[in-house]
Each structure stands twice: as C-alpha cells, then as structure tokens.
C-alpha cells in the first residue's frame, strides 16, 4: 500500500496508515525524494500517528528518508510516536538519533516553521 503524500506549502506530509513493508518503505523513499525536487519542498513531516509497531526495519527506512531529503535541501520531522512505541523503541536500543520528531502534526509544522526561519528561509506554508 502506498503512503498518501501531501503538499501543504513547501511542506510534504506523508502519513504511514501501517507498519511498512520492504516495498512501502522503498516506495516511501522514491516518492518523497521524486516530489521534494518537483515542489521544491524545504520541509517534510511524517505522521506515524496510526503505526502501533515500529520495528528496527522501520526506524531505519525512516532515518533513512530523513537523512535522503536532508540532502536535498529538505528538513525532514517525524511526529506522532505512540507512548508504547516511544517506550518499546527505548527498550530495544532503537533511537532516530540526529532526527527531529514532535508530538503531533500541529508541533511538527511548527517545528519546521522555526528551524526554515533559523535558517533565513522563510519558506513557511
């Protein structure tokens, strides 16, 4: 199943609606990187609100998005982590490391409007 991917500004929203599999994890990583360099997005925040597992496969492919569109010039925020899932990952060693997350949708948009205009661009939605 592929991951809906929204533009709000020179933001792109992905929302994961399930754990993901090898080809959505891979899909994830064409799509975003294909449409941050035809929107010229500055932004991109994935919402794992719905993911109620995420296993070591997962937190990789999404460090890996991040650290992909990072290198296209985008600011890339993970929001949404379930308390369960934030306390399994911290169980099992599993951490985004260098990957700035929020709360929610509302924080990670506010998160991206900060860290753009600390930047000088002001790229906001």
Do not use: C, W
Request: glycine share 8%; aromatic share 4%; no cysteine.
């Amino acid at each position: 199943m592929s991951v809906p991917i929204l533009k709000q500004g020179n933001y792109l929203i992905a929302s994961l609606q399930a754990a993901m599999t090898d080809s959505d994890a891979q899909r994830l990583q064409d799509d975003l990187m294909k449409r941050v360099g035809t929107f010229r997005s500055t932004g991109i925040i994935v919402d794992v609100t719905a993911v109620d597992v995420m296993d070591s496969f997962a937190v990789r492919s999404l460090r890996t998005v991040a650290h992909m569109t990072n290198l296209r010039g985008a600011d890339t925020v993970i929001v949404g982590i379930q308390p369960e899932v934030a306390f399994a990952m911290v169980q099992l060693g599993m951490t985004f490391e260098d990957i700035h997350t929020a709360l929610d949708l509302e924080e990670g948009l506010a998160l991206l409007d900060r860290r753009l205009a600390g930047k000088g661009r002001d790229d906001r939605r």
